[in-house]
């Protein structure tokens, strides 16, 4: 099955950077859309970012847009979120997911068929 790996969440003040990172194994990445998801302690998992198998379409929640960047790197198997102008309120377990099947809601979790087991990102004001 799929596998996914994240890493690179850790503390930072507000107003910084962090990138996270989301490495796959045991399936074909490139035929993936790709989603990342938060959750924050008693708050129900939220969508944050999205990105098309092909790359050529990406999906940003309002809270994130323009702070937050999705990329992927089909060669390395990867999709990557990078995040600025980070704030108190985008602490959360960051997880990432993929969804094997075309099309979809990228948008809820349901439609996604793996996901990683999550990085920590702490945002200290």
């Known amino acids: 099955q799929v596998q996914l790996v994240e890493s690179g969440g850790g503390l930072v003040q507000a107003g910084g950077s962090l990138r996270l990172s989301c490495a796959a194994s045991?399936?074909?990445?490139?035929?993936?859309?790709m989603g990342w998801f938060r959750q924050a302690p008693g708050k129900e998992r939220e969508f944050v970012s999205a990105?098309?198998?092909?790359?050529?379409?990406?999906y940003y929640a309002d809270s994130v847009k323009g702070r937050f960047t999705i990329s992927r790197d089909n060669a390395k198997n990867t999709v990557y979120l990078q995040m600025n102008s980070l704030k108190p309120e985008d602490t959360a377990v960051y997880y990432c997911?993929?969804?094997?099947?075309?099309?979809?809601?990228?948008?809820?979790?349901?439609?996604?068929?793996?996901w990683g087991q999550g990085t920590q990102v702490t945002v200290s004001s």
């Open positions: 997911a993929a969804d094997v099947n075309y099309g979809g809601s990228v948008y809820v979790a349901a439609e996604y068929d793996f």
């Open positions: 045991g399936g074909t990445f490139s035929n993936y859309d």
């Open positions: 990105i098309r198998w092909s790359g050529s379409n990406t």
